[in-house]
């Protein structure tokens, strides 16, 4: 009869984890954000920009890096600010535009439109401490904290006036700029 107790109690147990690692994933997986035609970014580096706003919307709570230290992350929130929001894409061949300019207390979403994974953080390459506001995992609160999977998206409140570099983690060549007026 013991026996039969200790089976019941490792399913049960099983079953209570498999639980909460499914509820952990599903947390992090958030659908990407959509704009509208009047309110998109040009695609293209070459194509003139176009003022631009996208609905906010909730961002994926960052995980535990796997490339960097594991130390807590500054949560990623929707913003609470009434600046605009701007939408940087991630391709293959880097962030779309890259340049962007913006006021201070507006959001830029980041969405990996890309098969690979992409982790968007302030430069420089590794310590990532360019923009002035610490936390996140590594240096600066600009920092995704995590590589971002195909339609992932994660979101930044820029909050101090400036032109701050910021970089692909996972491929660091990718590099763009935030202008915050």
């Known amino acids: 009869m013991e026996k039969g107790v200790l089976i019941s109690i490792a399913v049960v147990s099983l079953i209570i984890l498999g639980v909460v690692v499914y509820n952990f994933s599903v947390q992090n997986v958030v659908p990407s954000a ?22 906010a919307e909730p961002t994926t709570a960052p995980a535990e890096p796997t490339t960097a230290p594991a130390t807590p992350a500054a949560a990623n929130t929707t913003p609470t600010t009434t600046g605009k929001t701007f939408t940087v894409e991630i391709t293959s061949s880097g962030f ?11 959001n ?11 982790w968007p953080a302030s430069a420089s390459h590794p310590t990532h401490t360019v923009y ?13 904290c995590k590589g971002l999977k195909q339609g992932e998206n994660w979101s930044f409140t820029f909050d101090q006036a400036g032109t701050w570099g910021y970089h692909d983690h996972l491929n660091p060549s990718n590099r763009g700029t935030i202008v915050v007026k």
């Open 34 to 55: 959509t704009t509208s035609t009047e309110d998109s970014i040009a695609s293209a580096p070459s194509a003139p920009a176009e003022p631009t706003t996208a609905p």
């Open 96 to 106: 779309l535009p890259s340049t962007v300019e913006i006021n201070k207390g507006d």
């Open 108 to 118: 830029v979403i980041f969405i990996n439109k890309d098969s690979s994974n992409h």
């Open 132 to 144: 002035p506001e610490s936390g996140g995992c590594i240096g600066s609160k600009f920092d995704a």
